[in-house]
């Protein structure tokens, strides 16, 4: 299983980014997958899961960012709108579970940096 994250890059408060997470060696629609978050010091926080269609979000990106796939593609994408200083992270993809939280269940791709900044 290879998962391979990009889009992060430098955006002003308010703007937007789409993050892409790119599949090899095995066929995505048969794992949920999702992204995580993580800043220097930090918890590492679970940011959105996709599995069998259903889409879950942490309470802190609910309504700014929207996780969808393309099964034709392999690709998994987390479109980040109303991007805040707080969203400042490293982000990964990686397959997920959700639980009360959304948790990793064992397979990364490696991460992208997202700076919010003005």
């Known amino acids: 299983v290879q998962l391979q994250a990009s889009g992060g890059g430098l955006v002003q408060p308010g703007g937007s980014l789409r993050l892409s997470c790119a599949a090899s060696r095995f066929a995505l629609d048969y794992y949920a997958i999702g992204w995580f978050r993580q800043v220097p010091g930090k918890e590492r926080e679970g940011v959105s899961c996709?599995?069998?269609?259903?889409?879950h979000y942490a309470d802190s990106v609910k309504g700014r960012f929207t996780i969808s796939r393309n099964n034709a593609k392999n690709t998994v994408y987390l479109q980040m709108n109303s991007l805040k200083p707080e969203d400042t992270a490293i982000y990964y993809c990686?397959?997920?579970?959700?639980?009360?939280?959304?948790?990793?269940?064992?397979?990364w791709g490696q991460g992208t940096q997202v700076t919010v900044s003005s």
């Open positions: 990686a397959t997920c579970g959700v639980g009360v939280n959304i948790y990793p269940t064992g397979y």
């Open positions: 996709i599995l069998s269609g259903a889409t």
